[in-house]
């Protein structure tokens, strides 16, 4: 069993910067794909960006070039490097885990968080 520790979220203005973090507690081994999704209130869950276990990325067309996704496997840790902000990527972000890339493009990972509020406003 794998359990997803998130941290980072909260209020920034539009065009600041936030760092999300996710730290994984339990097993790591069968973990192939590490990724983030987010929800908006209303609309469906969305995958933002994802990350292999030898590193090759992956991001929506609305928050490429403006985010990050790295991790640390010695930490077991996931990031999002989130720039440029804007009112609409506020959302409730969760980080995933799962064996592989496939379950993560169909909004099925193994593994879910518990999710991290981003509010981008004035």
């Known amino acids: 069993q794998v359990q997803l520790v998130e941290s980072g979220g909260g209020l920034v203005q539009p065009g600041g910067s936030l760092r999300l973090s996710c730290a994984a507690v339990g097993s790591f081994i069968a973990i192939n794909a590490m990724g983030w999704y987010r929800q908006a209130p209303g609309k469906q869950r969305e995958l933002v960006a994802t990350i292999t276990s030898v590193g090759s990325t992956n991001y929506a067309d609305s928050v490429k070039g403006r985010f990050t996704i790295s991790r640390d496997n010695a930490k077991k840790t996931v990031y999002l490097q989130m720039n440029s902000l804007k009112p609409e990527d506020t959302a409730v972000y969760y980080c995933?885990?799962?064996?592989?890339?496939?379950?993560?493009?169909?909004?099925?990972?193994?593994?879910w968080g518990q999710g991290t509020q981003v509010t981008v406003s004035s």
């Open positions: 995933a885990a799962s064996t592989s890339m496939l379950t993560m493009a169909r909004r099925t990972p193994a593994y």
